[in-house]
């Protein structure tokens, strides 16, 4: 068997997705869970672009022993020295560093040629080298990068010492045959390229960065950079657990990654309760319904023999049915187990303060599944915001006016207001309002049950802008209005003010 090198960047791609950026606390988790995963590379951060970022590098590196910790730089001196500062403490490390190839980066990115880029790219990898021997060369566009100045640059900086090469899809543009093609062509005509490593970075602009990543897979790369659930600019990367699972699917391919497919579950429920970003239901390997079978002849068919309709194992990705319910009589001991399945290990004093909210829960619904647990478990990361919803009251109904009363908790202090509205969530935001007084419009509102029965956590997202600047809000309840508010609140909480 071949080996496919598995290059995570939740931490990095993933996290440039607006509204679900990460403190350092709960990346070190995301990391820790990474590593039990069994990815080889951790993309931590841009250390440059934030003192956060730069933290976040230096805490990650700290906490994870196998993993080779890589940070992101620009082709620019500053960068890489920042870059190779927070690395420091990392067991393994990696420099990742690039510029722009295609024409329309050279051009209008750049204001320069072709020949000067080649110069930049070559002299930054040497730069980088001077710090550490890992060093990645990343040729930003080279999606739409004419093959045979692409194969240039990738000669000139595998001869300056980069380990490996990778060539992003960066605009998710490449039809997957183009992006085969032009992997093979890097292979069959860089002088030297048995000395890198080819790596493949696809986005999913037109839906096909999984099959891109494989086609360039098929044609020799072999690292692939990978988020969890596929997160990341726009329409984001590939999915780490989509391409694990191809190779363990198609054996025949002969080629195999480190990934302990069992933990892909975990992996994918923890990221997204730590981002707030849900996962949609049909989404391959970790979506709700990608193990449900709902029609009669799929029913049947399963049933006589699962082989059917399952080309996998829902327990081969970490999938365990039988262990997803806790009721109101669960301990601690339940919880807690059931949060370290999940890859969630809490101090005993947030363990207490989760497992009150769980119990209150548990009150008003009959099960508690992981997703509910998820929620309650992220939910406390809002205990220390200025502004807290002290109580809610709506009425509402077909043929009469919404009306809403809300307390609001502003650093210690009380307030009080009341509004009518369009509905119920109209007239609970409109009494906000009259609290904090502020010029902020709604953009974006969504709704989304966790997962069955008319007493579900309802899950709110929400996008507010005020000032010029956008922030995401995010609220869980089993009351859909209170949840709703509870985001607008979220939102307000992040005013740079
Ligand atoms: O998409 C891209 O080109 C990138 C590079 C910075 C690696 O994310
Ligand atoms: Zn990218």
């Known amino acids: 068997m071949d080996r496919l090198y598995i290059f995570d960047t939740t931490l990095r791609d993933g996290e440039q997705v607006p509204g679900c950026q990460l403190n350092t606390v709960e990346k070190i988790q995301v990391a820790k869970q990474l590593e039990l995963l069994g990815v080889d590379v951790i993309e931590a951060g841009?250390?440059?672009?934030?003192?956060?970022?730069f933290n976040s590098v230096i805490e990650i590196s700290k906490a994870v022993?196998?993993?080779?910790?890589?940070?992101?730089?620009?082709?620019?001196?500053?960068?890489?020295?920042?870059?190779?500062?927070?690395?420091?403490?990392?067991?393994?490390?990696?420099?990742?560093?690039?510029?722009?190839?295609?024409?329309?980066?050279?051009?209008?990115?750049?204001?320069?040629?072709?020949?000067?880029?080649?110069?930049?790219?070559?002299?930054?990898?040497?730069?980088?080298?001077?710090?550490?021997?890992?060093?990645?060369?990343?040729?930003?566009?080279?999606?739409?990068?004419?093959?045979?100045?692409?194969?240039?640059?990738?000669?000139?900086?595998?001869?300056?010492?980069?380990?490996?090469?990778?060539?992003?899809?960066?605009?998710?543009?490449?039809m997957p045959a183009e992006y085969g093609a032009k992997i093979k062509y890097l292979c069959d005509h860089v002088a030297g390229i048995e000395n890198a490593i080819i790596s493949t970075h696809c986005h999913n602009d037109l839906g096909m960065a999984t099959a891109n990543t494989m086609s360039g897979v098929l044609n020799g790369a072999r690292q692939a950079e990978v988020t969890i659930n596929g997160i990341g600019e726009r329409a984001g990367n590939t999915s780490l657990?989509?391409?694990?699972?191809?190779?363990?699917?198609?054996?025949?391919?002969?080629?195999?990654?480190?990934?302990?497919?069992?933990?892909?579950?975990?992996?994918?429920?923890?990221?997204?309760?730590?981002?707030?970003?849900?996962?949609?239901?049909?989404?391959?390997?970790?979506?709700k319904n990608a193990f449900a079978h709902s029609s009669g002849i799929h029913q049947d068919g399963v049933l006589k023999n699962v082989q059917t309709y399952e080309i996998m194992n829902p327990q081969d990705v970490g999938i365990d049915d039988n262990s997803i319910v806790l009721t109101a009589r669960s301990g601690r001991a339940a919880l807690k187990s059931r949060l370290h399945v999940l890859g969630i290990d809490l101090e005993q004093e947030k363990l207490d303060s989760v497992y009150q909210e769980f119990?209150?829960?548990?009150?008003?619904?009959?099960?508690?599944?992981?997703?509910?647990?998820?929620?309650?478990?992220?939910?406390?990361?809002?205990?220390?915001?200025?502004?807290?919803?002290?109580?809610?009251?709506?009425?509402?109904?077909?043929?009469?006016?919404?009306?809403?009363?809300?307390?609001?908790?502003?650093?210690?202090?009380?307030?009080?207001?009341?509004?009518?509205?369009?509905?119920?969530?109209?007239?609970?935001?409109?009494?906000?309002?009259?609290?904090?007084?502020?010029?902020m419009t709604l953009k974006e509102f969504t709704i989304q049950a966790i997962s069955k029965g008319s007493d579900d956590m309802g899950k709110v997202h929400m996008q507010v802008e005020y000032d010029g600047h956008m922030y995401y809000g995010f609220g869980a309840n089993t009351d859909i209005i209170a949840a709703s508010v509870e985001a607008y609140i979220d939102c307000i909480n992040k005013f740079k003010i």
Not at 46 to 53: I, Y
Not at 261 to 281: A, C, D, E, G, H
Request: proline share 3%; hydrophobic share 40%.
């Open 46 to 53: 841009f250390p440059v672009s934030s003192p956060g970022d």
């Open 65 to 174: 022993t196998w993993p080779t910790i890589c940070a992101l730089t620009r082709a620019v001196e500053k960068d890489i020295d920042v870059a190779a500062e927070a690395l420091k403490f990392a067991k393994h490390k990696r420099i990742h560093t690039g510029i722009g190839t295609s024409d329309s980066h050279i051009k209008y990115k750049f204001n320069s040629n072709r020949e000067e880029i080649i110069e930049r790219a070559v002299r930054a990898v040497k730069y980088a080298k001077r710090y550490v021997e890992d060093v990645e060369f990343y040729a930003e566009d080279a999606g739409r990068t004419e093959n045979e100045y692409l194969a240039r640059v990738i000669e000139a900086v595998i001869k300056a010492g980069a380990t490996v090469v990778n060539i992003p899809d960066t605009t998710g543009y490449c």
């Open 241 to 287: 657990e989509e391409v694990a699972m191809i190779l363990r699917c198609h054996k025949g391919v002969g080629i195999e990654t480190n990934i302990n497919t069992t933990k892909i579950y975990p992996t994918s429920r923890m990221v997204s309760s730590l981002m707030n970003m849900p996962v949609q239901p049909n989404k391959a390997i970790v979506g």
């Open 359 to 439: 119990l209150k829960l548990a009150d008003k619904k009959k099960d508690i599944n992981d997703d509910d647990i998820l929620v309650l478990a992220g939910a406390d990361r809002s205990q220390n915001h200025r502004i807290k919803l002290d109580y809610l009251q709506v009425t509402s109904g077909v043929g009469v006016q919404s009306v809403a009363s809300l307390g609001l908790n502003i650093a210690g202090e009380k307030f009080e207001a009341c509004a009518s509205g369009n509905g119920p969530v109209d007239a609970a935001i409109k009494a906000l309002k009259k609290i904090v007084n502020r010029q």
